[in-house]
Structures are given as C-alpha cells and as structure tokens.
C-alpha cells in the first residue's frame, strides 16, 4: 500500500480490484478451488462493500471460456476485458481505464501465480503502477510453483498481502460508515460451516458487466436528435440565439414582420432604378401680413422741357 498518509475516502477513490483470469477452465485444474473460490470472492464482495472498481480479464475467451458466473455475480458493474498476453495489464483498453478512472493502486488476485499474475507483476513495475497481491486470493496447479513466484514478486518490490488486512487497512477506523458491513462480511466467510459453492449460488441479483469493446456507431435516424458531432459541423450555418432559436428561423420572423418596401419609381431612359420615398408635403402656415401706413408723398412736378413765352 501507498506509504503516503492520505484521507481514506481518496485512498480508496485510487484503488480497484483485478481479478485475472478467473475462468473455469482454469479454476477446475487447481488442487484445492474451493478455498481459491471462497478467497476471490471474499476479495470481491470487500470490493463492492467499500466502492472500489472491479476488473476482469479472460484468457483467449473464445476458446477457453469466460469468467465464473458466480464470481461474477459478485461484483458490481463489473468490467471485463479480453486479452490474449499473460500480462493483464496488456489487455487492450485496460491502461485507458484506469487513466480515466484515476486508479494509481491495484489490488491483484486470480491465476496463476508463476505464469499470468507474475507477468502482471513485471508490467506494473514497468509502467510504476503500484500493485498489491493478495496472496491468499491467488492460485495455481502446482502449489510449489506459486509460492516460488510470489516469493520473486516480492523481490520485485510488490507487496503481497492477506485480503483482510489490506482491506482493514484501507477502513482505517471502526468509524468508517463501510466498517460494520464490512466486519459482518468477515463474520460470514469466517463461519466453520460456510459452504462456498451454496453461498455463490444464493445472489438474487445478478451483476451487469460491461465488456470492453470498441462501439459501433449507430445509424442515424431521420427525426431523432443530431450527435453533437453532427451539431458542430451545422455550427457555421445555424447559430443559436439565446432563445433557442436559429438563425435561419430569426431570419424569417424577421422578414414576416417587417414593413412593406416603399414603391419604387422606374424611369424608362436610366439604366438602373431610382429609389424615391414619398413622403406627404408639409402645408405652410398663413401668416397675416401687418398694414403698414402708408406716407404721404408730394408730388413735384418732373423737369421737363420750359415752353417759351
């Protein structure tokens, strides 16, 4: 676990849980599946109780099958992902996953120990993922095998740890609001006469999974809301107003309400058109003129010609 003293609530935020390779196929080889089952599912149920993210790989799926249903069932939206490498982190879109999910901490558990889950271990080393295996929750078909393994992924500078005490760790106080559901977990694995296999057979409700592959995109449909890919590329044509409305529509209203043009007088002899307004002559207003009086003139008479006596 990280040595670094962190809010637990963060703590676990950063953690999830993979579980490699847990598939049938696998789990009937080994010499004691009952206890490997009864581990991993204990791990996988602390998972869900405390929030933390649960991932799945499965080995060539095709050929070799799929994961345990009641494993499965186990988990809460679990994810899966195909994968045909031994290193799980090699799965394609997992290192993607955990990047958007901000997952720094893995919680490793499944099969086997010498071959898939010690590849794992050499791959988070490589890309400084930190990684904690829970050595009570691993298996393999030869018990010698895998105790050498996790001894060399110990020497690697992994932690491996019991299930219970790094999910006690992760609590970190009996205040914790997960604690006591998480202690009654403990109490019911714990029970001398706790039988595995009715135990997963009695989940009333099964997990969605969701299988990591890539989304075929869907037929458009006349009539149903454009993607926003669709709505970026009208973007330049069409932009909305903060009413909501286009502009395309805005124009139109406009164009509706308002005024009808001014008439327009064409002259036979010009080329273009003139553009005239009429608009209503203005009436002068009357203004009564004053009298004004008028002098007296005398009247001289004009020079002239002086007749001759």
């Not at 599946?33 to 080995?59: D, P, Y």
């Amino acid at each position: 676990m990280p040595n670094k003293k962190k809010d637990s609530h963060d703590l676990i935020s950063s953690v999830a849980l993979l579980v490699i390779d847990a598939q049938d196929t696998f789990i009937s080889s080994l010499t004691d599946s009952s206890t490997f089952l009864k581990r991993c599912s204990f791990a996988i149920e602390a998972a869900r109780t405390l929030g933390i993210h649960t991932l799945f790989t499965e080995q060539v799926p095709d050929k070799l099958g799929h994961t345990n249903k009641e494993l499965l069932r186990r988990a809460t939206r679990p994810k899966i992902f195909h994968k045909t490498s031994f290193s799980a982190l090699n799965a394609p879109g997992i290192e993607n996953f955990l990047r958007d999910n901000e997952v720094y901490h893995l919680l490793v558990c499944g099969l086997e120990t010498p071959i898939c889950v010690y590849q794992t271990a050499l791959q988070a080393i490589d890309k400084d993922i930190d990684a904690t295996f829970l050595s009570d929750a691993l298996g393999c078909r030869r018990i010698e095998d895998g105790n050498v393994a996790l001894n060399a992924i110990i020497g690697l500078g992994c932690q491996a740890l019991p299930t219970e005490t790094v999910f006690y760790s992760l609590l970190s106080d009996a205040l914790h609001p997960r604690f006591r559901e998480f202690s009654n977990l403990v109490k019911t694995y714990s029970d001398q006469h706790f039988s595995i296999h009715e135990y997963l057979q009695s989940n009333p409700k099964p997990a969605k999974s969701e299988v990591d592959q890539p989304k075929k995109k869907k037929p458009y449909k006349q009539g149903s809301r454009p993607s926003w890919q669709d709505r970026n590329r009208n973007r330049k044509d069409q932009r909305i107003t903060s009413s909501g409305q286009t502009s395309e529509k805005l124009e139109e209203k406009e164009i509706k309400s308002s005024p009808k043009p001014a008439p327009i007088l064409i002259e036979k002899d010009s080329p273009k058109p003139n553009k005239t307004i009429e608009r209503p002559k203005k009436q002068a207003k009357k203004v009564p003129r004053k009298r004004v009086a008028k002098k007296a003139v005398s009247h001289k008479p004009k020079p002239g010609k002086q007749e001759l006596p």
